[in-house]
Nanobody, 119 residues
Framework: VQLVDSGGGLVQPGGSLRLSCAAS????????????TNWYRQAPGKERELVAT????????NFGDSVKGRFTVSRDNDKNTVYLQMNSLKPEDTAVYYC?????????WGQGTQVTVSS
């Protein structure tokens, strides 16, 4: 069972990136399409912060105050993938971004992908 985060990189302020979280190995009775999924981020010296949440169908989303209006989250359950579209990026968005999903009473974390916003 794993989540693989990808799509990070170096981007200038005001730019955009799309992160992906690809799931594999989630079996019945909890296939990935039934899992609410979260994106977190952690900057050096700071606590991990919840950035976005998407419910299992993709119809319900929530965002942290610091990213509202700039980030969107979506999922393609046929591809077992959740996406985080990040627009109008700011230097303070620099962090390692992780996806996370509950599974059998615990949770699964991606390995993280680095996002650096700098000119």
């Amino acid at each position: 069972v794993q989540l693989v985060d990808s799509g990070g990189g170096l981007v200038q302020p005001g730019g955009s990136l799309r992160l992906s979280c690809a799931a594999s190995g989630f079996t019945l009775p909890f296939p990935f399409r039934t899992r609410e999924t979260n994106w977190y981020r952690q900057a050096p010296g700071k606590e991990r912060e919840l950035v976005a949440t998407i419910n299992s169908s993709g119809a319900g989303t929530n965002f942290g105050d610091s990213v509202k209006g700039r980030f969107t989250v979506s999922r393609d359950n046929d591809k077992n993938t959740v996406y985080l579209q990040m627009n109008s990026l700011k230097p303070e968005d620099t962090a390692v971004y992780y996806c996370n999903a509950p599974y059998f009473g615990g949770s699964i974390w991606g390995q993280g992908t680095q996002v650096t916003v700098s000119s």
